[in-house]
């Protein structure tokens, strides 16, 4: 699609009527500027297909925003086998928004199978009324990102929330569930990082367990466990 860019920094997807009729088209026109102010994009209503990694990698931050995370879905589609949904490595922020991977036959249990996956240092992201639901992992974190979540739920994953990183990775969640996961957070590797866990609720599989960290290769200045 040929897009001529107007002043607005807000851009829409929707199967009709939008700028965009997918989000890959949008982060790809999107790469092909050099602003840094902050751009929204706002997602219509619906069930939208993801066939291949969608790498986020701009000069500007971006905010993806749905309707509600019950009428706006991102979902695993053909084309995505052995493939991460989404690797993160710029500033991005998700709200109102359903996240699948369990409607694509196979994919959950494929070499890659990450929803979220952050792998570079100094990367933020936001993680607000956001479902993440079918995945070898939910969330991913290699690189010394930071993650907020907030209002959420992270459903069926073989892990919820894995750390395995280089560097100083933070990782904030408020106000969640994290249900029908074999680990619930799994911390890794990471050094010095900081952990705020708090109002979570960890319902488990027959022996799942909720959090579990390596005291040798993952070391924090901060590890916060509140009210869960």
């Known amino acids: 699609m040929s897009y001529t ?5 807000t851009y829409r997807v929707a199967t009709k009527g939008g700028e965009f ?12 500027l050099s602003d840094t102010e902050g751009v929204r994009i706002v ?8 066939t291949d ?13 749905g309707s509600s995370s019950n009428s706006t879905r ?23 928004i359903e996240i699948i991977g369990s409607t694509l036959a196979g994919w959950t249990t494929g070499t890659n199978a990450t929803l979220l996956k952050y792998d570079t240092a100094g990367t933020y ?11 070898k992992k939910a969330i991913e974190i290699t690189g010394a990102a930071s993650v907020f979540c907030f209002n959420f739920v992270i459903d069926t994953a073989t892990t919820g929330i894995e750390i395995n990183a280089t560097g100083k990775p933070s990782l904030d969640i408020e106000v969640g569930n994290i249900t ?3 680990k619930g957070i799994d911390l890794i590797a990471g050094s010095t990082a900081d952990i705020f866990l708090m109002n979570t609720r960890f319902l488990n599989p027959s022996a799942g367990v909720g959090l579990t960290y390596n005291g040798t290769t993952f070391t924090y ?6 009210a869960c």
């Open 221 to 226: 200045t901060n590890f916060t466990v509140s």
């Open 74 to 96: 991102l979902q695993a589609a053909t084309g995505l086998i052995n493939k991460n949904m989404f690797v993160i490595k710029s500033s991005v922020n998700f709200h109102n």
């Open 21 to 32: 009729v997918g989000l890959a088209e949008c982060i790809t026109y999107l790469s092909t």
């Open 43 to 50: 997602i219509d209503g619906g069930n939208y297909n993801i």
């Open 5 to 9: 860019p107007s002043s607005r920094k």
């Open 125 to 135: 992201s936001e993680l607000t009324s956001i479902n993440l639901v079918g995945a």
């Open 180 to 182: 029908r996961c074999a």
């Open 53 to 65: 990694t969608i790498t986020i990698n701009l000069t500007m931050p971006i905010s993806i925003e």
